[in-house]
């Protein structure tokens, strides 16, 4: 068991050490410049993430004050809307006074 741990151990290095030089060889492999370069892409990315949540938050905000805002007015209406219909005559209230009047001017 020890022998094949070992084994496998110096194949990994062999397999490590031709990867390496293969990456150093190759253009834009991804070596340890290039590493670098794409972690400080990816900071730079996530700083801008951060920026545009921040701004997203201020925005649903300002978005959840207006519905409040939107909610108040629209039960103000549905009030206005139900105090004038219940100011409005009937039919049946209009019909009872023209007799009222018919019957004062034959009266």
């Known amino acids: 068991m020890m022998d094949a741990n070992v084994s ?3 194949s990994f290095s062999v397999a490590h050490k031709l990867y390496q030089e293969r990456l150093k060889s190759s253009d834009g492999g991804g070596g340890d410049d290039m590493l670098e370069t794409r972690v400080a892409k990816l900071e730079s990315d996530v700083e801008y993430i951060k920026r545009d949540v921040s ?17 108040v007015d629209v039960a103000k209406s549905l009030q206005t809307i139900a105090d004038i219909n219940g100011r409005m005559a009937l039919k ?16």
């Open 8 to 10: 496998q151990l110096a």
């Open 55 to 71: 701004d997203l938050k201020t925005d649903v905000r300002g978005l959840s004050n207006d519905v409040s805002a939107i909610k």
């Open 92 to 107: 049946s209230d209009i019909t009872t006074s023209a007799n009222k009047l018919l019957m004062w001017f034959a009266g």
